[in-house]
């Protein structure tokens, strides 16, 4: 008989399963992930939490395809990025990346050259392909959902830190990945920026239906989370409903 109950590895937006990731060798080993079972819910803002070094962004780098496991399963979206020791190509990581993932990182990471417009359609040009009209709707949607309609002419240098993470929020969701990762998106900002960047990451999901999985060493960047997964050596440690 076939069972009719969901399989969590293929609904949830990115799982992981007896994850782990090992640096170096011999004395000077560390186990930066010892075992980590995960499931992203789609469709939500998860806050992942824990103490400097314990293993946080080594999780969402290997959730993301941005680092290959030692061992583990990784599903993203669908899709196997590695699974029984053998993983993904880097040319098949970085199609998956381009396709699939959106990222957010703590130093915004714009091109200075280019208007916040620009930067914000670049992973069109990078894919190779023209928006469609529907692209552009959904991008027209997005710069209003985060407030940046009147920016969209200036240049990174001409727009507030907080303004530039909104910017860099938009990049990421514009080719509506499976999945957002951002990773200390609020380390750079003074505290009203940091409210203004986490609210547009909310509303994100709540109203553009994203997944959006936020590495924040801040109580306060949590407290907006729908879920708080705490990660201790290596590992989960909780994983409960946020306050949001
Ligand atoms: N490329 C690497 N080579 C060797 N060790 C590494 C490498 N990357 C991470 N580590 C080690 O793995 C462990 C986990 O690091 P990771 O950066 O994932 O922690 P973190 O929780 O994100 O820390 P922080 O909050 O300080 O950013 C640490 O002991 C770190 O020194």
Redesign the pocket.
């Known amino acids: 008989m076939t069972s009719t109950t969901p399989d969590p590895v293929r609904t949830a937006a990115a799982s992981a399963r007896g994850l782990t990731?090992s640096?170096?060798s011999g004395a000077t080993r560390?186990d930066?992930?010892a075992g980590v079972d995960l499931d992203i819910t789609t469709g939500t803002f998860t806050a992942v939490v824990?103490?400097?070094?314990?293993?946080?962004?080594?999780?969402?780098?290997c959730l993301a395809g941005l680092d290959t496991p030692t061992s583990g399963t990784v599903v993203v979206g669908g899709t196997e990025l590695a699974a029984d020791g053998r993983a993904l190509d880097d040319a098949a990581l970085t199609r998956f990346r381009r396709d699939h993932v959106g990222f957010v990182f703590q130093a915004f990471n714009l091109l200075p050259m280019l208007t916040a417009e620009q930067n914000v359609v670049l992973p069109f040009e990078l894919a190779g392909r023209r928006p469609t009209s529907q692209d552009r709707e959904w991008q027209s949607y997005v710069v209003d959902v985060l407030g940046l309609r009147d920016r969209m002419g200036h240049r990174p240098s001409a727009l507030s830190g907080g303004q530039q993470q909104r910017v860099a929020v938009a990049r990421a969701l514009v080719t509506r990945p499976d999945i957002v990762f951002a990773d200390?998106p609020t380390g750079n900002l003074d505290s009203r920026s940091s409210a203004d960047v986490l609210g547009v990451l909310r509303r994100s999901v709540d109203e553009l239906g994203q997944t959006v999985v936020m590495?924040t060493?801040d109580e306060g960047a949590a407290s907006h989370a729908d879920e708080v997964v705490v990660?201790e050596d290596?590992r989960v440690a909780d994983h409960r409903r946020g306050v949001a």
């Open positions: 990731r640096y170096g560390v930066a992930l824990g103490p400097s070094g314990s293993g946080k962004s080594t999780l969402m780098h200390e590495v060493h990660i290596g």
